[in-house]
């Protein structure tokens, strides 16, 4: 969703926390279904809202993008580098 501009809708479970913000959806607790039919229904009535989490959404998903993660794993690997560890 966050990927193609919309705003998430997720539970507030595992993972889903780290990439869900209220700049770019909803978390949700498990099970509450009556939330998220009122968060959808928002979503649907509120144009503005829905145009300001879309927003967030894209700028939140380019933090996740392959050359983001391959530049965090360059920096992890040459703060590594050379550092020996003993079994």
């Not at 507030?12 to 869900?20: D, F």
């Not at 933090?63 to 794993?73: C, G």
């Amino acid at each position: 969703a966050l990927g193609c501009g919309l705003p998430a809708l997720g539970a507030n479970a595992r993972a889903l926390p780290e990439y869900i913000s209220s700049e770019n959806g909803f978390l949700i607790e498990p099970g509450d279904h009556k939330t998220l039919a009122d968060r959808m229904i928002s979503l649907l009535q509120d144009g503005r809202l829905a145009e300001k989490l879309r927003k967030g959404a894209l700028g939140n998903v380019q933090k996740y993008s392959t050359a983001q993660i391959a530049n965090h794993w360059e920096e992890v690997y040459k703060k590594t580098k050379g550092i020996i560890i003993k079994r």
